[in-house]
T-cell receptor, first 112, second 116 residues
Framework: DGGITQSPKYLFRKEGQNVTLSCEQNLNHDAMYWYRQDPGQGLRLIYY???????QKGDIAEGYSVSREKKESFPLTVTSAQKNPTAFYLC???????????FGSGTRLTVV | GQQLNQSPQSMFIQEGEDVSMNCTSSSIFNTWLWYKQDPGEGPVLLIALYKAGELTSNGRLTAQFGITRKDSFLNISASIPSDVGIYFCAGQPPRAGGTSYGKLTFGQGTILTVHP
């Protein structure tokens, strides 16, 4: 079955450490997105990529970095520069046409 | 970045009641989408609307693409406990230049609580 997989589901890190969240899709989608969601809040765009080896900052890119070396993969690194990294992170992908995004099941990051 | 105005922000209803929520925008959209997010999961697409005035149903859900292309509503009839979650509207703008993917703009979400 085609889909988008985020791993791990839960992640704990100590303050000051970088951490990388995985996002893989086998939907043959060109575009991929990372969102942050805080409790009871909406979705805020961190980074997005519409083609391999290219990506753009979203609304809250500071303290985050991404890479897009393969069409299937769009990992997100939460760096120590991110002041408040504890949140729920969602990855999404989109193909040609106006069919919206397919979301992963999310990674809950807790920094202690 | 721009966000849609989604209302209400939250709703507390009794099982069996009908629910209505809506989104408005200052910009036009070519596509309106409604997603549901269960607690601790990613949003799942419920309904997609592609034409102004279009009315689409999916079981107990009904959504409409506003005639001005700047608004949409979602109705849920005869709510049940598993309807609990966050509902997001999203709009996809007309394609810019040669790009094939219009980046979605999301509403802030409506948190729905259903009491048995």
């Amino acid at each position: 079955d085609g889909g988008i997989t985020q791993s791990p589901k839960y992640l704990f890190r100590k303050e000051g450490q970088n951490v990388t969240l995985s996002c893989e899709q086998n939907l043959n989608h060109d575009a991929m997105y990372w969102y942050r969601q805080d409790p009871g809040q909406g979705l805020r765009l961190i980074y997005y990529s519409q083609i391999v080896n290219d990506f753009q900052k979203g609304d809250i890119a500071e303290g985050y970095s991404v890479s897009r070396e393969k069409k299937e993969s769009f990992p997100l690194t939460v760096t120590s520069a991110q002041k408040n990294p504890t949140a729920f992170y969602l990855c999404a992908s989109a193909g040609q046409g106006n069919y919206g995004y397919t979301f992963g099941s999310g990674t809950r990051l807790t920094v202690v | 970045g721009q966000q849609l105005n989604q209302s209400p922000q939250s709703m507390f209803i009794q099982e069996g009641e009908d629910v209505s929520m809506n989104c408005t925008s200052s910009s036009i959209f070519n596509t309106w989408l409604w997603y549901k997010q269960d607690p601790g999961e990613g949003p799942v697409l419920l309904i997609a609307l592609y034409k102004a005035g279009e009315l689409t149903s999916n079981g107990r859900l009904t959504a409409q693409f506003g005639i001005t292309r700047k608004d949409s509503f979602l109705n849920i009839s005869a709510s049940i406990p598993s309807d609990v979650g966050i509902y997001f509207c999203a709009g996809q703008p007309p394609r810019a230049g040669g790009t094939s993917y219009g980046k979605l703009t999301f509403g802030q979400g409506t948190i729905l609580t259903v009491h048995p």
